[in-house]
């Protein structure tokens, strides 16, 4: 079992939709991070959350440190938010665990 | 944002010869540089960590020998790949962070795709 799991594994949704990402863990963390991979690779850390919830515009990232649970909301899907989305949890001296990824397509 | 930056965005090498990549934070001093390997359709994999001024810190089963970290600076590390193979024809990704022990955001380079013939 990984220490970390994303689910769905491949999401297609249609434009304008809300959308919803889950993330469960099983070590102790000091964060969570919500990472997003474009086509090219590149890397862009959405967020990092430790309690709570966090919103940037049309994302938000809720955790739930007693159940090891994160979620990733995006609302008003667009077709330039299909991406990988990645959770990574973060243990001691930062280093982090990242599960499989999301492969979100979002049709026009 | 803080942005980090990799060079050389892709290379070719033959089998046999070494290559280096290297890891810039362009806007902050990075205490701790990570790299990362991601094969295609797999996740991110620690590779090490790397704080300036020490040696690097190898993920079990990564071997340091083959994998060369200098973390020489505040804003550069360096990854050098000696006598690559075909097998390590991969995506690799540096990321940097302000702390060390502390939950600090890490900020992710463009990556380096090596491809080894």
């Known amino acids: 079992k990984n220490e970390v799991e994303q689910s769905p594994q491949n999401l297609t949704a249609q434009e304008g939709e809300f959308i919803t990402i889950n993330c469960s863990y099983s070590?102790?963390?000091?964060?969570l991070h919500w990472l997003q991979q474009h086509p090219g690779g590149g890397i862009v850390s959405l967020f990092m959350?430790?309690?709570g919830k966090k919103k940037h515009g049309r994302l938000i990232a809720t955790i739930n440190i007693q159940e090891k649970h994160s979620s990733l909301h995006i609302t008003a899907s667009h077709p330039r938010d299909s991406a990988v989305y990645i959770c990574a949890v973060e243990t001691s001296g930062s280093r982090l665990t990242f599960g499989e990824g999301t492969q979100l397509t979002v049709n026009p | 944002g803080a942005v980090v930056s990799q060079h050389p965005s892709w290379v070719i090498c033959k089998s046999g010869t070494s290559v280096k990549i290297e890891c810039r934070s362009l806007?902050?001093?990075?205490?701790?540089m990570f790299w990362y390997r991601q094969f295609p359709k797999q996740s991110l994999m620690l590779m090490a960590t790397s704080n300036e001024g020490s040696k690097a810190t190898y993920e079990q089963g990564v071997e340091k020998d083959k994998f060369l970290i200098n973390h020489a600076s505040l804003t550069l590390s360096t990854l050098t790949v000696t006598s690559a193979h075909p097998e390590d024809s991969s995506f690799y990704i540096c990321?940097?962070?302000?702390?060390?022990?502390?939950?600090?955001?890490?900020?992710f380079g463009p990556g380096t795709r090596l491809t080894v013939t």
């Open positions: 959350l430790s309690s």
């Open positions: 990321s940097a962070s302000l702390g060390g022990s502390l939950a600090y955001e890490q900020y």
């Open positions: 070590v102790g963390i000091s964060a």
């Open positions: 806007d902050f001093q990075a205490t701790t």
